[in-house]
């Protein structure tokens, strides 16, 4: 009876230290993004990722998540995002999480200010012992540009 006891607390301390680690991640993309960093944002997702940052617009694998992030900095040269609400579901025994989190940006370009409000799904699995996202999706409610209250 101690051996059942003890495999259910491992598998429950294992989800919540699993839940911790995927919140961290899911703020590293944010910070690592808004930062530019790149070997910080590339480390964040599976090899075989695939994200989608907006309508039709796919980006496979790292390289491709690593070439067009270079290119979404290149036009829009300061972001800085807000994650919220994220709700995290871990199976922890198949090494899969899925999660769904609310995102308030802002992007400044040439053209000024925008502010989105967006929804990431992503699915995430566990590689070598991290947590990466391994599919992201966003759903973009909003975007409204910001008013300069210069002008």
Do not use: C
Not at 60 to 89: C, F, K, L, Q, Y
Not at 98 to 112: F, K, Q
Not at 126 to 131: A, L, N, P, S, Y
């Amino acid at each position: 009876m101690g051996t059942a006891i003890d495999d259910d607390l491992a598998v429950r301390l294992d989800r919540v230290e699993a839940i911790e680690e995927i919140r961290r991640g899911l703020h590293g993309y944010a910070h690592a993004f808004d930062k530019r960093d790149l070997p910080w944002f590339l480390s964040l997702w599976t090899e075989d990722a695939t994200w989608s940052p907006g309508p039709d617009v796919v980006f496979r694998g790292r390289d491709g998540i690593r070439d067009g992030t270079s290119a979404m900095w290149e036009s829009v040269p300061a972001s800085h995002h807000w994650s919220v609400n994220s709700v995290i579901d871990v199976d922890v025994v198949g090494g899969t999480a899925t999660s769904v989190t609310d995102v308030l940006a802002m992007a400044g370009t040439a053209d000024g200010w925008a502010q989105t409000a967006a929804t990431y799904r992503d699915l995430l699995r566990r590689v070598d012992g991290r947590w990466r996202i391994a599919k992201r999706e966003t759903d973009i409610h909003r975007a409204v540009p910001v008013a300069d209250p210069s002008t």
